[in-house]
């Protein structure tokens, strides 16, 4: 969805010219597969997050093409709303340092960022979902200006038939409204990490990934609140799932294939069985035709794009051509502060690192449906859930984090020869964060309690927080209005 197209008007021949150009380079990419063509160099990292433009009183502000144009920087982009954005870093690779780089390469983006968008009158904001959001922001007014947005909006339309959207989620309270467009997608802000595989253990660090969904959500709730509701503690998880509710084909909308899941199962052989699923199963949402060599994989990616699981395989190249396989694991929410953003792929990167290569593949001994069900029981409960994992029925993710993943992701790390001083301050983080059970969703909903606070103090609050730079476990909840 990152890529710019021509037109928002779209012919049942430019369908049909996308698909076949989709079916031969999803036939290339399997010659690829087959030949062995992928790049076998080094892990390589990398991440985005997506940030709220707001005003003084913490409310939505739609200026980001604006931003965007003063800010000048290869490193930020548009997202669907005008009162959102995305920033990205340069790829490390994954060794030494890396997140002692990325930490003050990130510092650095923010500070330029919210000094351009100081000279607007708005505030930067890094979290899952803007607490002061109504659903009047939501409405195509605030839709950012760029054709693929309005592409898309169209384009799921005419598969719902012009159904609106039905946002039904139950948590510690109850939400139940509908909405007429894609505006609802622009409700959940993430952090999203990339890790670049050698070709042949891709498929191992792609069901770790999944395996490992559901602590990783845990760990870094920071979305409480949806229009005044206090309902899961990852609430931007069931928010994006229902905002892009389109299925695959033969009226299978609400059937079990969606574009925004956890996905249909691991990997058996090939990370190929995802696009080839891409193309047996799902509709192409926009036809955008390029002149490009299929060996650019200009389709398959664009198309993939459109399809939304929350660990997602993606085609690219490194510096000379050679093809690469990169996973995006989705599943984090942006915020509370930078350092913390940092711990958390640390965590991350540490504890794939030590499934995809340890001796037992998880993948087999928790099913699939298994550690789907540990998603959701995650991203409802965060840190107070329990869940099914290796050699351990009903465990309380807080233990398992503190008495097992530390550790096997500290392993990890050394493993993958990342510095001793970054190992132990970002775990650190980590460590203090589940011991006094303080992720960003649990101070939200501490700070309403004890304040008998509104959403737009507690905004303003977590604001000031967050520009201290110190992580959530160290916010106490005092309030600064």
Known sequence: MGQEIDSFRFTQNDFDQFRDRLRSETELLGDWFDQQRFSARAMVAGYEMEAWLIDAQAQPRSC???????????????????????????????????????????????????????ELDARLLAIGILPTLHAEHLSMRNISNLKRYRALNDQVLRQREGRPFQLNINGQESLKTSHHDVMLEAVSTSLQIHLQTPFDQAVRYYNASIFLSAPMVAISTNSP??????????????????????????????????????GTGYARESILECFNENLEHFPVLLPMLFDDEAARMKHVALHNGTIWRWNRPLIGFDDDGTPHIRIEHRVMSSGPSIVDNIANMAFFYGLVHYYAQHEIAPEKVIEFAQ??????????????????????????????????????????????NIDRGDIEFYLGIIQQRAEKQQTGADWQRAFISENAANMQTMTQTYYHNQQTGEPVHRWDLTSIV
Do not use: M
């Not at 005044?228 to 294939?257: C, K, M, Y």
């Not at 550690?371 to 807080?398: K, M, P, Q, V």
């Open 64 to 118: 980001n093409e604006a931003f965007l144009e003063k800010a000048h920087s290869d490193l930020l982009t548009t997202e669907l709303a005008q009162f959102n954005i995305e920033l990205n870093a340069c790829p490390q690779h994954l060794e030494g340092q890396v997140f002692n780089r990325f930490q003050q390469g990130f510092e650095q983006n923010w500070q330029h960022c919210q000094s351009v968008a100081g």
């Open 225 to 262: 609140f949806l229009f005044g509701r206090n309902l899961w503690a990852e609430t931007r998880i069931p928010v994006f799932e229902q905002s892009v509710d389109v299925g695959g084909f033969s009226g299978a909308a609400h059937g079990p294939v969606h574009r925004v899941s956890f």
């Open 371 to 416: 550690a789907r069900d540990n998603f959701y029981t995650a991203a409802r409960h965060g840190l107070g859930g329990r869940i099914t994992w290796i050699d351990c029925e009903r465990c309380s993710i807080r233990q398992l984090i503190l008495n097992r993943l530390l550790e096997q992701a500290e392993t990890g790390l050394n493993a993958l």
